[in-house]
């Protein structure tokens, strides 16, 4: 059975740093790009940031670019986010989400976490 | 960015009724080279992550009901479901990954009338 588990959320000040961490179980975690989708208290759903297989290549939307690194630890089966200079518009449950299929881009999401809540306030 | 447009923003049913929920790309995700749709329908239930319904636009996933369909080719797209269930109740979203940045439509919410 595919898993995804989210940890590492919170309440950070505006400016703050965070790492969120996304430890998979029940499949080939090396065969799948892997993706961070977050939503805003009552919105919908916006793509954050995606990682290929090796770790190699990695997208981000232009919201997070800069400010937040996708990275991944196959050894582990494990993905991360590192969430720098936080805003107040950065607040959100923070999904991991893993490819549907093995291509080494960013695709569609057949797994999903059940999601991790990240509040920036002070 | 390509721009996902759904429509209507909510939408009430009656148990056994059909439910159309529309969604419009602002450009066309149909990939030429292997003529697939690069489209991709999910349901979110309150408190749960989103689950994979139909990708491909028209392809449903193993262990969805069939009266969940998707149809549309190019820009405009359609999610029905034949006879509405009381767990159908839900919002509904499109997401186009022909490229990036990935995006997602606002979401239809659909309830029992």
């Known amino acids: 059975e595919v898993q995804l588990l989210e940890s590492g959320g919170g309440l950070v000040q505006p400016g703050g740093s965070l790492r969120l961490s996304c430890a998979a179980s029940?499949?080939?975690?090396?065969?799948?790009?892997m993706t961070w989708v977050r939503q805003a208290p009552g919105k919908g759903l916006e793509w954050v940031s995606t990682?290929?297989?090796?770790?190699?290549?990695?997208y981000y939307a232009d919201s997070v670019k800069g400010r937040f690194t996708i990275s991944r630890d196959n050894s582990k089966n494990t993905l991360y986010l590192q969430m720098n200079s936080l805003r107040a518009e950065d607040t959100a449950v923070y999904y991991c989400?893993?490819?549907?299929?093995?291509?080494?881009?960013?695709?569609?999401?057949?797994?999903w976490g059940q999601g991790i809540l990240v509040t920036v306030s002070s | 960015d390509i721009v996902m447009t759904q429509s209507p923003d909510s939408l009430a049913v009656s148990l056994g009724e059909r439910a159309t929920i529309n969604c419009k790309s602002s450009?066309?995700?149909?990939?030429?080279?292997?003529?697939?749709?690069?489209l991709t329908w999910y349901q979110q239930k309150p408190g749960q992550p989103p689950k994979l319904l139909i990708y491909?636009?028209?392809t449903r996933e193993s262990g969805v009901p069939d009266r969940f369909s998707g149809s549309g080719s190019g820009t405009d797209f359609t999610l029905t479901i034949s006879s509405l269930q009381a767990e159908d109740v839900a919002v509904y979203y499109c997401?186009?990954?022909?490229?990036?940045?990935?995006?997602f439509g606002g979401g239809t919410k659909v309830e029992i009338k």
């Open positions: 989400a893993k490819n549907r299929y093995t291509s080494d881009l960013p695709r569609d999401f057949d797994y």
């Open positions: 997401q186009q990954y022909y490229n990036t940045p990935l995006t």
């Open positions: 450009q066309s995700v149909l990939y030429s080279s292997n003529n697939k749709n690069y």
């Open positions: 491909w636009a028209s």
């Open positions: 029940g499949f080939t975690f090396s065969n799948y790009a």
């Open positions: 990682i290929n297989i090796s770790g190699g290549s990695t």
